[in-house]
């Protein structure tokens, strides 16, 4: 059983507690002093209950003077009482357990005695020894049971959401509730499930149900009671669902009555797990047929009502006391506290929707059929994933040979509007009732057409896809005397009215997505339409409000002498030379057309789901042309198709934000509490791992650098040379070699020769001291959104950076014993405002990590102003203020026509038109600036303070914020979010003009020369003469721009926490950064619940452990 295993159960020190006692430890049932003593003195709590002038305190460590409690406390206050302090039960007790759910008058579900007497495809267990029934027998899980249970036990992400009820082995001696297994971690007095019945309805001393008490229990006292109960109550059984059949190919069936139990702590607190008991049916999902999908599904969508129901129910008047700001009313809320059924169901089928969405394959395969969450059930399919990654691998890869090349044009995708980018779905149902009434072969009209939702398929204006239509439907074959031809004439005339009707199209899903991604891979887009000029503006209109980027629109001359595909390859023909990657249409003629006039385009078909297409569902496209349905890409790599080969963490490898598809991560509060705390020990012994690896790998680095570089050479006399000349220019080649290695170096060696390397180094090498390195950086951790990192201090991508560093001058001192001496010049407050208590504090903590790492001797860390000021003079900060309040003006009064919240997009686009055109006096000034002011704003607009309401979750909000931050009018988010994307904007704008600003000022006052002898290392982009430096190889961030982790191979790398927690990535602890903030993320499958023998050990919090082997293995990477 676990961490249970070996633990002292303590019944005999369980007294006032025995089976029958009257005595019911929940709600409002009042609080003994003699009873509630004892629970906390065998529950190890650590606190005890006095009474003092007529009061009762909670006394003890962490209460100062005692905790009141009231004159008459009940339950519910001492249980609220130690959640507040974060204490649980810290001795296992199985009888208290027992006693505490018999009192919530339910029993643990599977204990209630259920029958089963089929033998057929629903039963679920066989009779022999395990769970009693009615008629005095047992029997034990089935297999397929067992094998869901096991692989909650061995699946780290399932069993944070989903705990398994074990039968006893052999029929017990009294009835007690087994655990669920595997054992939450972070309760080591262990947990109680209790059944949907027991946790809506009321019982004694919980008159308002013990949903109510468990909402009211929340840590989370601040956040929002529909938001706590969504997480905690409607996503854990949904996650689970989906994981069993994501990650193990099994379906759970029964998630309902006896099947399912929700789990709580002794402190009737919510753990965020769901129960499966050996009464849910589990299935193989090979295995499952469509009449067992629609009834699992079904009994999971009842359960889901039922959840909902109960807490619409639950009186929340006083629930709600202290738990939103004054004057703040959540949406759906009502100011007495309850909300509307409208504002629990939008909660609840959000929740669904992202549980559903971007299923596996097989999943969605599973799911296809008809049940009552078919509308939420999402994937994306393989082929399209590849086609288009295939196509923004291609942008990518033309796009890094035009740095290289700039005379080349640059890359372009073409996409067609309607039936492809556009989907035109009210205007088809218009115009097909439009053409339902009575004509010749059906004097009564055509029923179909009047009705037609109801239709297998829609009809299109295509002529060719009309005629698949009308066979398919069947209505050629119920209306033969019927003129189709005719029909269609007039479906198109109704279908191709323009005006208001136009304003009804929607975009294909993931247009908008689609078209950023080709813009961010350093493409362009162009739609190409078969539209008319004069609907410009109706079509502009829908794509902007779908929030899809600026791209040119190139709309249908009025030429009727030339078919619809010669007139599009002329519309191509008269763009500037482009070089066309792929051509997205519905029509095979289009697509040949403008493949033929560009050769080496992709020609992609696009059909879209539920209309009616060229070609039938067994042919291919008439010119052999990949079909996809619409423009979404998957978020995340794609897992394997056998069970065993679920996917399993990896990072995102992402450069920036923008390409990542925030919205589409999925989030994982239940990760904060399965969170690894590790020893100061276990903590110094990955820091030792790391800098014993780093050094093995300096010393093999110089022995290859000594070797290549004094074997076979000339003795100085054969030369000619002075020997102490030789040998510095030997050494400056061996400076070189380790300078530019893979696990140093960033960019090309041909920025960086051995010539520049003899300018910076050979001052230093004939007085024999340490050569001076200058590094900027180290600003802060941009923990700002929450979406980058989850707290404004050092981890663990700062400490290997550190180390790196550590193996740079290991390495040196080999071949030039002086070393190294490292300027890191901290910017934390040089380009834009914050506290000096934050910037302190980060520079605290990485001076902390270099006595870690061995380099506090040879390292200096300094503000860059403060190294300014001492090398330049005490005038310094005069002169700097008046020449950036000068650039500032300068940029201000530029821009002061631009407006960010006005269309922000298409604002960028026209502030980089300008700076082409600016004039004037400071033209060539400004024109520098502005050229780089939307790349700036872009990657900057993620690093700025999010305004968030106090009730939500920050990760959550930003998640929302950040979802499509340049759509200001988006209607499908609330006037909160608007506000909140408008005022970061607002923000990234006026930082970036101050960036700029602070620029142009160090380039006046020449902070690049501030050390006149120096090797600088940029991170940044190298250019001819400077050394670019890379701390983590292959991670394409910086450390101060994400989160630390460990990746699969153990090697530190850094990225952003969002995409962490989407991956299965978990929290990790230590001492040396404390507790406020992960000092690291590991992926889940590298962590282990502690042993008894390690919880009694008294010395960790927390019930998780990392994995020693995976631990030992910690390193930096090589390239």
Known sequence: MGKYENSSVRSSRYN???????????????????????????????????????????????????????SEPTWSDLYRMLIRLRRTRRSYDQGWLDHLARSLQGRLPGTAAIEVTSTGVMDTGVVGTGTETHGGTWRVPSDEWSRFAAAVETDSLLRMHCATRFAPATPPESRTHSPPAPPHPGYPGGTIAVGLPDLINPVPGLARGLLHQVLRNRFEHREDELAYFLEHFIRPPLRAFRLALDNHHIGLLALHGHGIGFELSPELQATGRIVVTEH???????RLGAAEVREGVRALADTLDTLSAGFRS??????????????????????????????????VNRVIAEELRHLEAHTADVLSGEHPLQCFVHTVPTEQDEILKRVLHTVQERTRLRRWEPQRPKPTVVIDLDLCGIVPLQRTLDAARAVSGPRAGAPNGIEELAQPTSLSVLPAYVRSAWCNFVEISGLAAKYPAVNWRRVHTEFFRAFAQPGEQLRTDTVNAGLARFVWDVHDAGGRVVFCTGRRGHVRGYTREVLDTAGVPDAELLCMPDDHSRSSSELKAQLLRTLDDIDLVAVFDDRPAHRLAMTEEFSGALAVAVEIPGMATARRSDQSAADAAPVIATFETSPRPRAGTAASEHRTATLSHAHSLEE??????????????????????????????????????????????????????????????????????????????????????????????????????APFLERGSPIEVVLLGFPIKQSLSRLKAFGPLPDLAELGALVRLRELQSAVRWVYPPGLHFNILTDGRHFRPRPASATGAYCGKLRQYLELAGMDGCTSITEIDAVAGQRRGAGLERERTALFMRHRHLLNTALRHFD????????????????????????????????????????????????????????AWSRL?????????????????????????????????RYLATLRTDEALGYDDLFPDRVRLTVNAAAPGKCGFTYLGGSGLLPWQGTGTLDQRGHVAVDFAVSLID?????????????????????????????????????????????????????????
């Open 900 to 955: 960010i919240t006005d269309k922000p997009l298409r604002t960028l686009d026209a502030v980089t038109e300008f700076a082409c055109a600016v004039s004037g006096p400071n033209a060539a000034l400004l024109a520098r600036s502005l050229g780089m002011f939307r790349e700036i704003l872009m990657s900057m607009v993620y690093s700025v303070p999010v305004p968030a309401p106090g009730t939500v979750d920050r990760l």
């Open 961 to 993: 914020v950040y979802a499509d931050i340049y759509n200001l009018t988006d209607g499908g988010v609330s006037l909160e979010v608007r506000q909140a994307r408008t005022a970061v904007l607002r923000r990234a704008w006026h930082n970036v003009i």
């Open 280 to 286: 849910a049916r589990v299935r193989q999902a090979g």
């Open 1063 to 1119: 991956q299965g990535f978990v929290p990790v602890y230590s001492p040396l950064l404390g507790r406020r903030q992960p000092w690291m993320m590991v992926p889940a499958q590298y962590t282990r619940l502690c042993s008894s023998a390690e919880q009694i050990g008294g010395d960790r919090i927390g019930g998780m452990r990392l994995d020693e082997e995976f631990a030992a293995r910690a390193r930096l990477r090589r390239k």
């Open 314 to 347: 639950s009186p929340d008047g006083s629930l709600s006391a202290g738990s939103t700001p004054a004057g703040s009313t959540p949406a759906g809320r009502t100011p007495g506290g309850d909300y509307s059924e409208a504002a629990v169901r939008a909660g």
């Open 16 to 70: 006032g507690f025995r089976s029958g006692s009257p005595v019911v430890p929940a709600g409002t049932n009042p609080l003994g002093l003699d009873v509630g003593n004892a629970l906390l003195r065998n529950g190890d709590y650590g606190l005890r209950l006095i009474r003092h002038s007529g009061r009762v305190f909670l006394s003890g460590d962490g209460t100062g003077t005692g905790i009141p409690l009231g």
């Open 660 to 761: 990542v598809q925030v919205p589409a991560l999925r989030s994982n509060r239940s990760a904060q509490r399965w969170a690894v705390h590790l020893t100061a020990d276990e903590s110094l012994a990955i820091v030792d791992a790391l800098v014993a690896d780093t050094d093995r790998s300096a010393e093999r680095a110089a022995r290859r650098a000594r070797t290549k570089f004094t074997s076979g050479s000339e003795s100085p006399a054969e030369s000619g040379i002075p020997a102490d000349v030789e040998e510095r220019d030997r050494t400056v080649r061996q400076l070189h070699h380790l300078f530019t290695r893979k696990q140093f170096l960033k960019g090309s060696r041909s920025n960086y020769r051995v010539t520049d390397m003899h300018r910076d180094a």
